[in-house]
Each structure stands twice: as C-alpha cells, then as structure tokens.
C-alpha cells in the first residue's frame, strides 16, 4: 500500500490550494480516505474525509466551507482543495486510508495507512 501527497508551498492568505493523494495497492472495499494536519508543537488534526464507495464527506469545523475532499475513481486519487487559506491552516497535511467506515473517522488510529505529509505554509 502506498500513498503520496503532492500539491503542497507556500502562499499567502486568502490563496488557494489544491492537494492530491496518489493511492496504490489499497482494497476499495468499504475504503475511506482522510486529510489530517500536524502544525510544529501540536497533534495531529482531522480535516475531513471522504467514503470511497459514495463519495460521502465529513469535515472538521475549522475548515467547513473553505476545503473540499473529493476523489477520483478512475486515477485512485483523492484531493482536497483548500481556499480562502488562513496562515492557521499552516501544518503538514496527510492523506491516510482506513477500512470499514466507522464513526470514529475523525480519529488517526482508524486509519492504517498513511503518506509522508506534504508542507503547506500560508503566510499574513
């Protein structure tokens, strides 16, 4: 299993973002897929998630309205485009898949596997 973030830099407020999460050898069955953020000195953070089989999403509330996880079957890759960024969005985002969807969807340890995170800075 593998995944792969891309999409991340630099940009200053009120910029636009797109990220994308490459997948392969994952099962798409009962697949979700989630965004999660580090920032220096604090723990990791759901941003939302998305339901492989009917593309449902789920959104932590600091984000709601400006990102939004989307997937792309055919290319088994998985996106969140961020807008109106804020330099609070500032962290290492992770893209992460877990198995039979669960309401705990916003927790790390339901998700097995994860990328390497890509750094997304949002300067004032």
């Known amino acids: 299993v593998q995944l792969e973030e891309s999409g991340g830099g630099m940009v200053q407020a009120g910029d636009s973002l797109k990220l994308s999460c490459a997948t392969s050898?994952?099962?798409?069955?009962?697949?979700?897929i989630g965004w999660f953020r580090q920032a220096p000195g604090k723990e990791r953070e759901f941003v939302a998630a998305?339901?492989?089989?009917?593309?449902?999403?789920y959104y932590a509330d600091s984000v709601k309205g400006r990102f939004t996880i989307s997937k792309d079957s055919a290319k088994k890759t998985a996106h969140l485009q961020m807008n109106s960024l804020k330099p609070e969005d500032t962290a290492v985002y992770y893209c992460?898949?877990?198995?039979?969807?669960?309401?705990?969807?916003?927790?790390?340890?339901?998700?097995?596997?994860w990328g390497q995170g890509t750094q997304v800075t949002v300067s004032s």
């Open positions: 992460a898949a877990g198995q039979w969807w669960t309401p705990n969807y916003y927790r790390t340890e339901w998700y097995g596997d």
């Open positions: 998305i339901t492989w089989s009917d593309g449902s999403t």
């Open positions: 050898g994952l099962s798409f069955t009962d697949l979700y």
